[in-house]
């Protein structure tokens, strides 16, 4: 089973930036749709941005214009670029892969990277 592997998060001031990696433990096929997802303290996990296998990119209101994603295709990997962070944003960031197969669809995670924001 392929594992995601997850780098970059830590503790930055409000205001700064920081920028989080998504890579397969080890080699494998192209993802399709990779992304990354927030989970801060006593809230559900949601959508932060995703990209396609084309480029196209999706953010969440509470990132839009602050937060870039960005992907590697030859690397398989995905970039979060994290700038204007706000003590709001201090949460756990999980990497996101999807695969569609044949034989079906097949739905990968990280086991998350801690991103804590100073006010």
């Known amino acids: 089973q392929v594992q995601l592997v997850e780098s970059g998060g830590g503790l930055v001031q409000a205001g700064g930036s920081l920028k989080l990696s998504c890579a397969p433990s080890e080699s494998t096929r192209s993802f399709d749709d990779m992304g990354w997802y927030s989970q801060a303290p006593g809230k559900e996990r949601e959508l932060v941005a995703s990209?396609?296998?084309?480029?196209?990119?999706k953010y969440g209101d509470s990132w839009k214009g602050r937060f870039t994603i960005s992907r590697d295709s030859t690397k398989n990997t995905v970039y979060l670029q994290m700038d204007s962070l706000k003590p709001e944003d201090t949460a756990v960031y999980y990497c996101n892969a999807v695969s569609h197969r044949w034989s079906g669809i097949y739905n990968y995670w990280g086991k998350g990277t801690l991103v804590t924001v100073s006010s």
């Open positions: 990209i396609s296998d084309t480029g196209s990119t």
